[in-house]
C-alpha cells in the first residue's frame, strides 16, 4: 500500500523518492524492485491484450478479453481488474469492433404525398389481373450489404408476379 503512494507523490513531484523512502521507513530497493516487477506486470499484459485482440479478429471488448487473461492469470497467480484493462486498451488504442444498429429513416409528413384509396379494403376479386398488391422488405446481408426484396401478389390467384 506505500509503495502505490510513493510512485503517485513522485510522479506528481512533491517530493523525491529517497525522502518519501526514508519518512515512511521503507528500502529504496524494495520500492524499485516492486516498480519493475509492476512494469513487467503491465508490459506481459499489454502484450497479452494484444494477442487476444488480434485472435479475436478485432471483436473482442474488454469483457470478453478480461475473461480469457484472468484464464492464463488465474493459475499464476496473479489477476487484472477490468479498469486496468480498460486504461491499458485506451494505452494500446485498442477498440472492439462496434456496428451501428439501422434504423429506419423516418419521412417528414411535409414532403409524402396523400394517395387516394382506391380498394378501401375491399379486396375480393371476380377475375385474375384485377386487383394487385405489392410489398418491399429490406434484407441485410453479410457480403453484399442490403438487398431489397420487392414482390407483387394478385388478389384473386394470390400468386407472385415478378
Known amino acids: 500500500m506505500i ?6 507523490e513522485s510522479d506528481v513531484g512533491n517530493h523525491t523518492i529517497s525522502m518519501m523512502c526514508q519518512v515512511l521507513s521503507v528500502s529504496r530497493p524494495d520500492y524499485y524492485r516492486w516498480l ?10 499489454k502484450e497479452r491484450i494484444s494477442r487476444i485482440w488480434l485472435t479475436s479478429e478485432k471483436r473482442y471488448g474488454a469483457g470478453k478479453i478480461l475473461r480469457k487473461i ?4 488465474v493459475p499464476l497467480n496473479r489477476t487484472c481488474s477490468i479498469k486496468r484493462l480498460q486504461r491499458l486498451m485506451k494505452q494500446l488504442g485498442i477498440r472492439s469492433i462496434t456496428r451501428k444498429k439501422w434504423q429506419p429513416v423516418t419521412i417528414k409528413e411535409a414532403t409524402t404525398q396523400e394517395r387516394p384509396n382506391l380498394l378501401k379494403q375491399d379486396f375480393s376479386t371476380n377475375e385474375i389481373n ?3 398488391c ?6 441485410e446481408t453479410q457480403a453484399d450489404g442490403w438487398c431489397y426484396l420487392s414482390t407483387i401478389m394478385d388478389l384473386h390467384s394470390k400468386m ?3
Open 160 to 162: 407472385n408476379i415478378q
Open 130 to 132: 384485377q386487383k394487385w
Open 3 to 8: 509503495y502505490p503512494l510513493i510512485k503517485q
Open 36 to 45: 519493475h516487477k509492476r512494469e513487467r506486470e503491465t508490459k506481459d499484459l
Open 134 to 139: 405489392a410489398d418491399i422488405t429490406y434484407i
Open 70 to 73: 484472468l484464464q492464463e492469470l
